[in-house]
C-alpha cells in the first residue's frame, strides 16, 4: 500500500511539472504575439502620419537654382488629373516649366526644363474677311450675267461646240462657246442658246452645222464638256467677237461679207473671230 501511495505521489510530482512547462510555453508566446502586434501598430501609425505630412507627393530633380534643389510636384489621379491635364496646357505664347517626357508630371528623377511655346497665333480674320468679299464679288457678277439655261440649250451649246470646233485645243473651243454666250448677250441676236444657233435670217442659216446637218451626228466629246464648263463660268478669251469664220472652208462671197462690213478682232486655231465695225 505505501508503495502504490509513493507511486502516485512520484506521478503527481511529474503532472505538475508537465503543466507547469506547458504554462510557462503559453505565456511566453502569448507575450510575443503581443509584441509583434505593438510593433506593427507603430509602425503603421508612423508610415500613415509621415504619408500625410507629406500630403501625397513626390520631388523631381531639378537644373538648379535658387532656394531648394528639388521642384515638388504634385501627381493628380482620377478626374483631378484630367481636369489637371486640361487646365495645365499652356496658351500659344506661354512659357511653362515641363517634365522631359509626354507627361507633365511623372516619375521621380527626370529632368525638368523650360519650354516657351513658339507656335504662332492664327489670325484667320483678314483671310475671312477676304474670303467673305470674294463670294460676294462673285454673286454680283453671276447676278449680273447669269449662265442659267435649259437642258435643251445646254445640249445645243455643247453640240455646236462640237461641230464647229471638234478638232481644236480646248481654247479654241471655248472661243466657239464664248461667241455663241456674246450672242445670247446681244440685243442683236435672240436671247436662247437655242434660238441663237438655229437662227436663220432671211434663209441664211448663222452656223454651218445646222444647215448640213452635222449638229446632229456629233458625238461630245469630254473636252467639249470641260470647254463649255470653263465658258459658263466665265473664261473669255473672244474680246467680244460675235462672229468667226474658217476662210478655208469658207464660200468666197461670204469670206467678202466679213472682210467688208465686219471688223477682224484676232485669229486663233482654223478660226478667225469678227465683231460689228
Known amino acids: 500500500m505505501k508503495v502504490e501511495k509513493d507511486l502516485r505521489e512520484a506521478d503527481g510530482v511529474q503532472d505538475e511539472r508537465r503543466n507547469g512547462k506547458t504554462g510557462g510555453n503559453s505565456a511566453r508566446s502569448f507575450a510575443v504575439l503581443t509584441l509583434c502586434a505593438v510593433l506593427a501598430m507603430v509602425i503603421s501609425l508612423g508610415t500613415r502620419t509621415f504619408a500625410e505630412s507629406e500630403g501625397g507627393r513626390v520631388y523631381a530633380a531639378s537644373d538648379g537654382g535658387e532656394g531648394s534643389p528639388y521642384e515638388e510636384v504634385t501627381v493628380p489621379t ?22 522631359g517626357s509626354s507627361c507633365e508630371q511623372v516619375i521621380v528623377g527626370q529632368r525638368v526644363q523650360k519650354v516657351t511655346n513658339t507656335a504662332a497665333d492664327l489670325n484667320v480674320s483678314s483671310s475671312m474677311e477676304n474670303k467673305v468679299n470674294e463670294l460676294d464679288a462673285r454673286s454680283i457678277t453671276l447676278a449680273e450675267n447669269p449662265t442659267l439655261m435649259s437642258d435643251e440649250d445646254y445640249d445645243t451649246l455643247l453640240r455646236i461646240v462640237e461641230a464647229e470646233a471638234g478638232s481644236e485645243d480646248i ?14 448677250k446681244s440685243e442683236d441676236f435672240p436671247n436662247t442658246v437655242t434660238e441663237v ?3 436663220n435670217s432671211d434663209g441664211v442659216p448663222q452656223f454651218s452645222p445646222t444647215y448640213d446637218g452635222r449638229i446632229n451626228e456629233v ?9 463649255v464648263k470653263q465658258a459658263l463660268k466665265g473664261t473669255d478669251y473672244s474680246e467680244g467677237a460675235l462672229f ?4 478655208s472652208a469658207a464660200e468666197e462671197h461670204n469670206v467678202e461679207w466679213f472682210e ?11 478660226h478667225e473671230f469678227y465683231t460689228y465695225k
Do not use: C, H
Not at 458625238?219 to 470641260?226: F, G, K, L, N, P
Open 78 to 99: 482620377g478626374i483631378a488629373g484630367v481636369v489637371s491635364g486640361v487646365t495645365d496646357t499652356p496658351l500659344s505664347g506661354s512659357t511653362v516649366t515641363r517634365i
Open 260 to 270: 467688208k462690213d465686219l471688223k477682224r478682232l484676232f485669229k486663233y486655231g482654223v
Open 219 to 227: 458625238a461630245v466629246s469630254d473636252e467639249t464638256r470641260e470647254a
Open 197 to 199: 444657233v438655229w437662227d
Open 171 to 184: 481654247k479654241g473651243r471655248i472661243l466657239v462657246a464664248n461667241v455663241i454666250m456674246n450672242r445670247v
Open 244 to 247: 468667226f469664220i474658217q476662210k
